[in-house]
C-alpha cells in the first residue's frame, strides 16, 4: 500500500489518486521465481508514489539490479500534474 512520497526527503502523506504520480514498476524479466508460484500472474508489482512538488522535478527509474532509483527528471521531460 502507498503511504507517503517515495522520495525520502519528503515524506508527504498520500491521501488522493489525482494528486501527484503513482509509478507502477513490474520485475524484469526473468525474474527469481518464489516456490509454490505457478505462474508469472504471481510475480509481485511495486507501486511508488511521487507527490506534485518530487514529480515535477523527479521520476522513478529500475535499475539493472532491480532497484529502484529516485532520479532528477531529463532536462526537456515534462510532466503534466495538475494543479493543486
Known amino acids: 500500500m502507498i503511504c507517503q512520497c517515495a ?15 503513482i509509478f507502477v ?3 524484469e524479466l526473468p525474474f ?10 504471481h510475480y509481485e508489482v511495486r507501486r511508488y508514489w511521487l507527490c506534485d ?4 522535478r ?11 532509483r529516485l ?3 531529463p532536462v526537456g521531460d515534462t510532466l503534466r ?3 493543486a
Not at 512538488?53 to 515535477?56: K, Y
Not at 523527479?58 to 532497484?67: A, E, H, I, K, V
Request: glycine letters at 8%.
Open 32 to 41: 527469481t521465481w518464489h516456490e509454490g508460484q505457478t505462474s508469472i500472474d
Open 7 to 21: 522520495n525520502p526527503r519528503c515524506g508527504r502523506e498520500f491521501r488522493y489518486l489525482h494528486e501527484g504520480h
Open 58 to 68: 523527479m521520476t522513478l527509474r529500475r535499475q539493472s539490479d532491480g532497484s529502484v
Open 81 to 83: 500534474v495538475k494543479a
Open 25 to 27: 514498476l513490474e520485475p
Open 53 to 56: 512538488d518530487c514529480a515535477r
Open 71 to 73: 532520479m532528477p527528471r
